[in-house]
């Protein structure tokens, strides 16, 4: 029973070129999740998703960055002209169907990708 | 904007001592998460709780639900070495459903 499944693991890339960082979820799981972490920091919400719909991407800085969730494949996070401080480890996460009371659904973390911008 | 918030931020402990984190939310939650973080790792979801004043435990850890729905509490009785990562909670915000995590708090143990 295959968990979230992210990659790259790990992914250089150099100023001003663009990242992907793809994130399938756990079988069944229809709502994606998107987090941001800086070494011995907490987690930053960027988005939430569900299949070809965006819920909120409160979190998620309006230029460079953009997320997708489509009815094939896998999940995209988009980050377009990297600069230095993209650099973190970015870590999706996927859940059920919310039953009842909103976010009432347990996440489930892939590995996460290690972006280094050099 | 909604806010969940931990504390202490980073805590260290001899082994075989006890430790407790605190996490308090602006508003009332329909249930509070636990997760746990190793070094190096990705989080781990732990628990749930979902009623006023629920207790549970799984081992050495309880997990506390405040009255009011508000604060939740995770105390671990006699530490170990492996007990050593960063405990987060979590609660759901009030319009989407996304999960607002506190900032965590980490945890050494001394050996």
């Known amino acids: 029973n295959a968990g979230v499944m992210q990659n790259p693991r790990h992914l250089v890339r150099r100023r001003g070129q663009e990242a992907r960082l793809r994130c399938s979820p756990m079988?069944?799981?229809?709502?994606v999740y998107w987090y941001r972490q800086l070494p011995e920091e907490g987690l930053k919400f960027m988005v939430y998703?569900?299949?070809?719909?965006?819920?909120?991407e409160s979190g998620m800085p309006k230029e460079r960055f953009s997320a997708e969730f489509p009815k094939e494949g896998p999940s995209i996070l988009r980050i377009q002209q990297v600069v230095r401080g993209d650099s973190a480890a970015y870590f999706c996460a996927s859940s059920p169907r919310q039953l009842g009371a909103l976010g009432n659904q347990p996440q489930h973390f892939g590995d996460g990708t290690r972006l280094s911008i050099l | 904007g909604q806010q969940v918030m931990q504390i202490p931020q980073y805590q260290h402990v001899q082994e075989g001592e006890d430790f407790t984190t605190y996490c308090n939310s602006s508003t009332t939650l329909s249930n509070i998460q636990w997760y746990k973080q190793r070094p190096g790792g990705h989080p781990v979801f732990l628990i749930q709780?979902?009623?006023?004043?629920e207790v549970k435990k799984q081992k050495r850890l309880t997990f506390q639900f405040g009255e009011a729905k508000k604060n939740s509490s995770l105390h671990i009785t006699a530490t170990q070495t492996t007990d050593v990562g960063t405990y987060f909670c979590?609660?759901?915000?009030?319009?989407?459903?996304?999960?607002?995590f506190g900032q965590g708090t980490t945890l050494q143990v001394k050996p």
């Open positions: 998703l569900q299949k070809e719909n965006i819920i909120d």
């Open positions: 079988k069944g799981h229809s709502h």
């Open positions: 979590a609660g759901p915000s009030s319009n989407t459903g996304k999960l607002i």
């Open positions: 709780l979902v009623k006023s004043g």
